[in-house]
C-alpha cells in the first residue's frame, strides 16, 4: 500500500521534472512525466473519494475491494 500523502509528493516531483525536461526543449520526456504526475495524483483522488488512507499497489492488496471490480454499470 503507497499512502496517498505519498502519491501527491511523487506526483508534485514529477510535474516539477517535467516542467524542467520542457524548458529544456525534451518534449517527449516532459509529456511522458506529466502523464505519470496525472496517473499519480488520480490515485491520490480515489483515495480521497473511497476514504482510503493508501492504494492498493498489488493483486493480494486489491483483494479486500474486490466488490468494487465486480460493479458493473450496464
Same mark, same amino acid.
Given at each position: 500500500? #503507497?499512502? =496517498?500523502v +505519498?502519491?501527491?509528493? #511523487?506526483? &508534485?516531483?514529477?510535474l516539477?521534472? @517535467?516542467? $524542467?525536461?520542457? &524548458? ?5 520526456? &516532459? ?9 499519480l495524483?488520480?490515485? @491520490? ?6 476514504? *482510503? =488512507?493508501d492504494?492498493?499497489? +498489488?493483486?493480494?492488496?486489491? $483483494?479486500?475491494? $474486490?466488490?468494487? +471490480?465486480a *460493479?458493473?454499470?450496464?
Open positions: 500500500m #503507497i499512502p =496517498s +505519498t502519491l501527491r509528493a #511523487i506526483s &508534485a516531483a514529477r516539477e521534472d @517535467a516542467r $524542467q525536461l520542457l &524548458a529544456a526543449g525534451r518534449f517527449d520526456g &516532459a509529456v511522458y512525466l506529466c502523464g505519470y504526475a496525472v496517473e495524483a488520480l490515485k @491520490a483522488r480515489i483515495c480521497d473519494t473511497l476514504g *482510503w =488512507s492504494f492498493p499497489e +498489488t493483486p493480494k492488496e486489491f $483483494q479486500p475491494y $474486490q466488490s468494487l +471490480t *460493479w458493473k454499470c450496464c
